[in-house]
């Protein structure tokens, strides 16, 4: 496969996680982040830097924006639950976790 054609299936991957996730909005960050080590947020600040590497300024809201499909706070305030104390601690222990690698 060269290497045009690669980047066109991984845009189309990365547009179709994306959408996913926007139409996902049961699913919370921290679950995401409890599973994977990755959340919306992640994304959105990977979307920035890659912007930064190619010279082109993106703030955070706007990276947020793009991800979310919204306003990040708008997405907070509409979907986002309180995290129990369950997704608490398995948020703690996988950064401990992190921090001893």
Known sequence: MDKATQTELEAAAFRRL???????T???????M??????RNCMSRWY???AEADG????D??????IYGMDYATWK???????????????????????KD
């Open 48 to 50: 920035r830097e890659a």
């Open 56 to 59: 082109i300024t993106l703030s």
């Open 34 to 39: 409890n599973l994977a080590g990755f959340c």
């Open 18 to 24: 994306v959408a996913h996730l926007q139409d996902r």
């Open 77 to 99: 305030a509409t979907y986002q639950t309180e995290a129990s104390p369950d997704q608490l601690a398995k948020m703690k222990q996988s950064h401990d976790h992190e921090k």
């Open 26 to 32: 049961d699913v919370q960050n921290i679950d995401m």
């Open 61 to 66: 809201p706007e990276a947020r924006k793009l």
